[in-house]
């Protein structure tokens, strides 16, 4: 099996190449910062969104289950 080589995302500790490779912290954060940017709430906002069920919009609703 041929992998890509990706060099921004840091490659997985592991015994044998399984081209399963893991974002750093910063990775993730700076994902989760333009995430948050692009549907247009913060993280409280989307938690109080969520804690009343309802989302005021579907970019809201996506951005709350893919945050870590």
């Known amino acids: 099996m041929e992998t890509t080589h990706t060099p921004h995302l840091q490659a997985a500790p592991s ?4 081209g399963v490779y ?3 912290p910063e990775q993730i954060q700076a994902a989760e910062e333009r995430l948050l940017e692009k549907c247009g709430f913060s993280r409280e906002e989307l938690q109080e969104q969520a804690r009343q069920g309802k989302f005021e ?3 809201a609703k996506r951005a709350w ?3 870590p």
């Open 15 to 18: 015994s044998v190449e399984d």
């Open 57 to 59: 919009t579907e970019s």
């Open 65 to 67: 289950f893919c945050l």
């Open 22 to 24: 893991y974002p750093t």
